[in-house]
């Protein structure tokens, strides 16, 4: 069964699953696909070549799947995919992406998007994570699972969030932050480890005290990143979880906020 507000306007195109349902004045275009037990509230746009998996809740205002805020951008067919049970507070704009990069903006499971978010094209947002109100990627973002970007905080793009971590409020983010690390403040630095949010996901003390020794290597033992990533290997030996951040390190494009 779909519920459709009588005022609502869908597409003949548009494929919505079983127990859909559709606020009072949304708009879903021809493109968009949503999958079984989607809550959509009133006054909800979902366009472009957008797909949407199940059991999500998209509140009110909210833009989905629109064109990029990118000049380059020509109608180019690309897309936006969100996974399933995420809730996408009010007045959130996620758009599609870009062919100058993968040409999909990707927002996974069970996510948390708090109040007037915006994802940018081409952003890669991993499980579990949580955005604050007001946070905000550029474009080219990515995210890894369970980080929490607080209020107001704004990402630089193609920067990479690591997977835990944690971003303070009205944090401006241009370079990438490690696994684990707690950053905050203007400018950005780092204060930490996320000890609390590790202990909330299951991590054992003995593997949270290893971080906080791992993170000493990387921030103030004063030996340089080459001298440090030496000392991490030999402490991943003892912690395989140590090995979260030189994976991360490896990959690392803008360096890290150190």
Same mark, same amino acid.
Request: hydrophobic share 40%.
């Given at each position: 069964?779909?519920? $459709?507000?009588?005022?609502?306007?869908v597409? *003949?195109?548009? @494929?919505?699953?079983?127990?859909?349902?559709?606020?009072?004045?949304s708009i %879903?275009?021809?493109?968009?696909e949503?999958?079984?037990?989607?809550? %959509?509230? *009133?006054? $909800?746009? &979902?366009?472009g070549?957008?797909?949407?998996?199940k059991?999500?809740?998209?509140?009110?205002?909210?833009?989905?799947?629109?064109?990029?805020?990118?000049?380059?951008?020509?109608?180019e067919?690309?897309?936006?995919?969100?996974?399933d049970?995420?809730?996408i507070?009010?007045?959130?704009?996620?758009n599609?992406?870009?062919?100058? !990069? #993968?040409g999909i903006?990707? &927002?996974g499971? !069970?996510?948390?998007?708090?109040a007037s978010?915006?994802?940018?094209?081409?952003?890669?947002? =991993?499980?579990?994570?949580v955005?604050?109100?007001? +946070?905000? &990627?550029?474009?080219?973002?990515?995210? !890894?699972?369970?980080?929490?970007? =607080?209020?107001f905080a704004?990402?630089h793009?193609?920067c990479?969030?690591g +997977?835990?971590?944690?971003?303070?409020?009205?944090?401006? #983010?241009?370079?990438?932050v490690? *696994?684990?690390?707690? $950053?905050?403040g203007?400018p950005?630095?780092p204060?930490?480890?996320?000890?609390?949010?590790l202990?909330?996901? =299951?991590?054992?003390p003995d593997?949270?005290?290893a971080?906080?020794?791992?993170?000493?290597?990387?921030?103030k033992?004063?030996?340089?990143l080459?001298? +440090? @990533?030496?000392?991490?290997?030999?402490?991943?030996?003892?912690? *395989?979880?140590?090995?979260?951040? &030189?994976?991360?390190?490896?990959?690392?494009?803008?360096?890290?906020?150190?």
């Open positions: 069964m779909i519920g $459709v507000h009588p005022s609502a306007i597409h *003949p195109g548009a @494929k919505l699953g079983e127990g859909v349902t559709v606020g009072a004045y %879903i275009g021809e493109h968009v949503v999958g079984d037990a989607t809550w %959509i509230g *009133p006054h $909800v746009v &979902l366009d070549h957008t797909r949407i998996g059991e999500n809740r998209i509140f009110q205002f909210s833009s989905l799947g629109e064109a990029p805020q990118d000049k380059k951008y020509s109608g067919p690309t897309r936006l995919e969100i996974g049970r995420n809730t507070r009010e007045f959130c704009s996620i599609i992406g870009t062919a100058q !990069d #993968v903006t990707r &927002l499971n !069970d996510n948390w998007i708090m978010v915006h994802i940018a094209h081409d952003c890669q947002v =991993g499980n579990q994570t955005f604050a109100n007001n +946070a905000t &990627l550029a474009g080219h973002v990515s995210v !890894d699972d369970y980080a929490i970007l =607080g209020g704004g990402i793009q193609f990479h969030i +997977a835990h971590s944690m971003v303070g409020i009205s944090s401006v #983010v241009t370079m990438d490690p *696994p684990c690390v707690t $950053v905050g203007n950005t630095a204060h930490g480890i996320n000890a609390e949010g202990k909330r996901r =299951g991590f054992s593997v949270i005290l971080l906080r020794r791992a993170y000493k290597t990387l921030y033992s004063g030996l340089s080459a001298e +440090a @990533k030496s000392v991490l290997e030999e402490q991943r030996e003892l912690v *395989p979880e140590i090995g979260m951040w &030189l994976d991360f390190l490896a990959i690392s494009t803008r360096g890290i906020i150190r």
